[in-house]
């Protein structure tokens, strides 16, 4: 009989080790198009696909969350004025006009961290990768995209490490099992 209480222990120990193991790591990444600017006129908008498989980050499908991304974008204008919209993978994602510069003195603007909204982030769980389109839609003008980046907030399911505690104690709980059968014998 105490044989038999002994496995139990042991048993629920290994069950309590296996729910320790399925654990979620919260992790930040971020995939950052080329350095070198890009000029942006009303005819040719800039494109630029975000890729979290490709090196900056091992996208898993089924073990990896992307639970939140924000977009950061860096434009320069050296004058005129004119309106442009901000693409996910051609869904309007946002819109300004005129932004700041002159051709005496060319200003940055930068559009920090905007986050995507629920539909954008589903869209990026379905392969780790989003295509950025950034168009002139109305005025003359242009502008260069001088960098832009997406930065994704990834859970990650890992259930391969057990954790020291668990495996401690289901070793007590098998040495006791041992113990009653030396003392059966
Ligand atoms: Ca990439
Ligand atoms: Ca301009
Ligand atoms: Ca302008």
Redesign the pocket.
Known sequence: MKQYKNFAAAALLLASSAFANAAVITSYVTDTASASAVKVTDSKPYNFTFDFNDGTFDFIKGKDTISAAWLTVNLS????S?TFKFFLNSAEFFNDKNIE?SNKAPVVTTYSELALGKDFVATLNKDGKLNLSIAITAGN???SVVSSSLRAEVQREVGEVPEPMSVALLGLGLAGIAGSRRRKA
């Open positions: 204008d050296d004058g005129g004119e510069g003008g242009n502008f």
